[in-house]
C-alpha cells in the first residue's frame, strides 16, 4: 500500500468512524471521568471522523508543547488544546488534506469554547516518515502523541527516530497503535481494507520493541492493550489467524537507561498532586503507586520518574549507588493479555 491509497481511504473512502469495518481503529467507551467532560466539548463533526483504537491523553499536561503525529481531523489535538491550557501548544500534523480541513474549519470554535484569547493549536500538512520537511525545532516538544497512525506508515523506523528529534530529553512519546502476534506475510499488505483499517501494515510487537530501541527509547513501556475482534466475517477468513491487539506505549527520551530492570534499592513516594489521579498513580501495566506509599522501583523507572515532567509529584528514596541485581519476577515473552484482562498491580515489580 502507498501513502496514496491511505490517503484515499481515509480522505475519500471513509466519511465518518460508522465506516470502519472492524473494531481496530475504534476506541472502547470506557473512559475517564475528567476526559468525557472535555470530549463534550468537542465540535460533533470531528467527534463523527475520529479512527483512533486507544487514549493518547496521559497526565500533568498544563503548559506543555505536544505535537500530535497522524492528527486526522484533530479530535485529539482539541482535546490536549484544552488540558495543556492557553499557554500550552498542540501541533497536528497530518498527509491527508480532507480530514485537516475539517480540523482547521473549526479552531474558531474550540477557541471560543475554551475560552482562550488566541488559539494554541495549529495545523501542518505533512508526512510523519518526513518531520525535518516541517521545519519543526529539535527538541522542542514535551509530549508527542499519536493514535492509530503508526501501523499506517510504510518507514515506522523513520517515524521513531524522528520522534526522538523532536523530543526534549525528558520527553515521551505517548501513543496508541494495532500489534501482531507475529509477523504478517508480504502479500496481505496490498489489501486495501486490511491496510486501511489498521490491519496489515501492524508491526509483530516484539520488531516495534526493536525499532523503538535502536531510535533511542530504550525502555519502552506498555500502559495498556486489548485484543480485537475481527467480526467482518470477509476480513476474519483474510487475516483471522493472526491476533491483533491495540495497545498504548510510552517511550520516554532519557539517555543511557538500561537494557534491564536493575535494582538499585531506590523507592518513590506519589504525593497524590496528579489531578486525574489522586489515589494513584499508573505509570504503565505494572507500575501503580498508591498515594503516600513508598513504592520499590528499579532504576530506569526511577529516572523516568525524576527526569520528566512527572518529578513534582513525586518523592525520591535513594541514589542508586549501590546494585543489588535484577529486578525479581522479570522475564521475557509476549507482553498481551489474549482475554483482554488487566495487569496485576504490584508494590513494586518488573518494568
Known amino acids: 500500500m502507498s501513502q496514496e491509497d491511505v490517503k484515499h481511504y481515509y480522505g475519500q473512502v471513509l466519511t465518518g468512524s460508522e465506516d470502519l469495518q472492524t473494531d481496530a481503529c475504534c476506541t472502547p467507551d470506557a473512559l475517564p471521568a475528567f476526559l468525557k467532560g472535555v470530549l463534550a466539548d468537542i465540535h460533533p463533526e470531528i467527534l463523527g471522523r475520529y479512527y483512533g483504537c486507544g487514549l493518547v491523553i496521559p497526565e500533568a499536561l498544563e503548559g506543555a508543547s505536544v505535537l500530535d503525529l497522524g492528527c486526522g481531523s484533530g479530535r485529539d489535538c482539541y482535546a490536549l488544546s484544552r488540558l495543556v491550557g492557553e499557554h500550552g501548544l498542540v501541533v497536528g500534523v497530518d498527509m491527508t488534506e480532507e480530514q485537516l480541513a475539517v480540523a482547521r474549519r473549526h479552531l474558531d470554535f474550540h477557541t ?10 495549529e495545523f501542518l500538512h505533512g508526512y510523519i516518515e518526513r518531520l525535518d520537511e516541517l521545519e519543526l525545532a ?21 517515524v521513531l527516530r524522528g520522534a526522538y528529534r523532536l523530543l526534549k530529553p525528558g520527553g515521551e512519546m505517548y501513543f496508541s497503535d494495532v500489534y501482531a502476534d507475529r509477523r504478517i506475510p508480504k502479500a496481505l499488505s496490498h489489501d486495501p481494507v486490511l491496510y486501511g483499517e489498521c490491519l496489515s501494515g501492524a508491526l509483530y510487537w516484539n520488531d516495534f520493541l526493536s525499532l523503538a ?14 485484543p480485537l475482534q475481527l467480526n467482518n466475517p470477509g476480513i476474519q477468513a483474510k487475516i483471522g489467524h493472526i491476533a491483533f491487539y491495540a495497545a ?3 517511550l520516554f527520551r532519557i539517555d543511557e537507561l538500561e537494557p534491564a530492570c536493575e535494582d538499585y534499592g531506590q523507592a518513590v513516594i506519589y504525593k497524590g498532586t496528579v489531578a486525574e489521579q489522586p489515589r494513584r498513580f499508573r505509570l504503565d501495566k505494572h507500575h501503580v503507586m498508591e498515594a503516600g506509599r513508598v513504592f520499590p522501583v528499579c532504576g530506569n523507572t526511577y529516572r523516568m520518574l525524576r527526569e520528566s515532567r512527572l518529578a513534582p509529584h513525586f518523592e525520591f528514596i535513594g541514589e542508586g549507588q549501590t546494585h543489588y541485581g535484577i529486578f525479581k519476577g522479570c522475564g521475557v515473552g509476549i507482553p498481551f493479555d489474549p482475554q ?3 495487569g496485576a498491580q504490584q508494590s513494586g515489580g518488573c518494568c
Open 213 to 226: 530501541k535502536k531510535a533511542g527509547f530504550s525502555d519502552p513501556r506498555l500502559v495498556e492493550d486489548r
Open 340 to 342: 483482554g484482562t488487566a
Open 138 to 158: 529539535d527538541s522542542r516538544f514535551d509530549l508527542i502523541v499519536s493514535n492509530c497512525v503508526l501501523n499506517l506508515s510504510p518507514d515506522k523506523a523513520a
Open 112 to 121: 471560543q469554547r475554551y475560552g482562550y484569547a488566541k488559539p494554541n493549536v
Open 248 to 250: 498504548t506505549y510510552r
